[in-house]
């Protein structure tokens, strides 16, 4: 069975604050997503990284993908508070056509 | 941009009601979803569809229904609500899975289905 596990599934940050959230999978997958929920609201898409290696920046987020380690990092950069959210990563399961989400990290940056 | 939109924010329904959710996509997507999101829980995957009448069991189907038509519509249907399925609904939609950079997979979501069966 497929699983994607995020690390931590809670933050609390300071302002200014560097921190990374990490993303595991327990399958081979070549492409993984990630996306920001603000309370609510829907998901938002922020990343998508397509194979290994693939790096992507957003203003001060950052995500990586390793797919020999079936790892994605999301690295946040000196937060604001306007990063307060939640934050999922999902894979697209080769061969199929479903994303399997993780469980997500809520994140709240204090001012 | 790509759009998405579920036809109620908010719903109330008792107990033993048919509930019908409906969703329609704007970008000619093959693929579309229904998740229920629960606290703790994160996104569950209760139907998928690939094609026009095509459709498959996701992770937590008991309970639903779904019906695709047409391309751009996806409707998901509680034959009988029960208070268990109280949660937040999100449709979502996609192109087939591709490869290398440049192509368009994630997923686009609607903005929620919040359902209250009472």
């Known amino acids: 069975e497929l699983k994607v596990e995020q690390n931590p599934l809670f933050l609390s940050m300071q302002e200014g604050k560097n921190y990374t959230i990490y993303c595991n999978y327990s399958?081979?997958?070549?492409?993984l997503y990630w996306y920001r929920q603000d309370p609510g609201k829907s998901l938002e898409s922020l990343f998508v990284l397509l194979s290994n290696g693939a790096v992507k920046q957003e203003g001060r987020l950052m995500a990586s993908l390793d797919t020999k380690a079936r790892l994605s990092t999301l690295h946040i950069t000196a937060a604001v508070h306007d990063l307060s959210a939640t934050y999922f990563c999902?894979?697209?399961?080769?061969?199929?056509?479903?994303?399997?989400f993780g469980t997500g990290t809520r994140l709240k940056v204090l001012a | 941009d790509v759009k998405v939109t579920q036809s109620s924010r908010y719903l109330v329904k008792r107990t033993g009601e048919k509930v019908f959710l409906e969703c329609v996509q704007d970008m000619d997507h093959e693929n579309m979803f229904w998740y229920r999101q629960d606290p703790g829980l994160g996104l569950r995957l209760i139907y998928f569809?690939?094609?026009?009448?095509?459709?498959e069991k996701g992770d937590i189907p008991e309970g639903y229904s779904v019906s695709r038509e047409k391309k751009e519509r996806f409707s998901l249907i509680l034959e009988s609500a029960s208070t268990n399925q109280t949660s937040m609904y999100l449709c979502a939609s996609s192109f087939p899975g591709g490869s290398g950079e440049g192509a368009n997979t994630e997923a686009f979501f609607g903005q929620g289905t919040r359902l209250t069966v009472v």
């Open positions: 569809s690939y094609d026009v009448k095509m459709k």
């Open positions: 999902a894979v697209d399961t080769s061969g199929t056509y479903k994303y399997i």
């Open positions: 399958t081979t997958s070549d492409r």
